[in-house]
């Protein structure tokens, strides 16, 4: 019994990324009036269509690295007014800044 808890530990965990990967540089080039051909060029196409608001494009961004209890996530929300971007739920500077060490953080291994 021992010997297989001892063995658990051992066990490699890979590294879970769901989602499109929101670059903040990317999410601030969004812009009110702009086309959905050109937001899909910026943050790439969306993961999860809504099929009952087609009006709104969710980007979600979630990265789980190994052993590591710490998460990385993003969230984006496109809303439309026919083809055109009429507003955008995105983080604040500050949270975004955040965001950004933390995923640093996990890139280098350093988070546990």
Not at 72 to 82: A, E, H, L, N, Q
């Amino acid at each position: 019994m021992a010997l297989g808890a001892l063995a658990s530990g051992c066990v490699y965990r890979i590294n879970i990324q769901q989602g499109n990967f929101l670059d903040q540089a990317a999410v601030e080039q969004v812009k009110a009036g702009m086309t959905r051909s050109q937001v899909r060029y910026l943050l790439g196409t969306p993961m999860v269509a809504d099929s009952f608001n087609k009006e709104r494009w969710d980007y979600i961004y979630y990265l789980k690295k190994g052993r590591s209890r710490h998460v990385d996530s993003r969230r984006v929300t496109v809303y439309f007014d026919g083809d055109k971007v009429a507003k955008l739920d995105k983080p604040t500077a500050a949270e975004a800044a955040a965001q950004d060490a933390s995923a640093a953080q996990i890139k280098n291994g350093r988070t546990y």
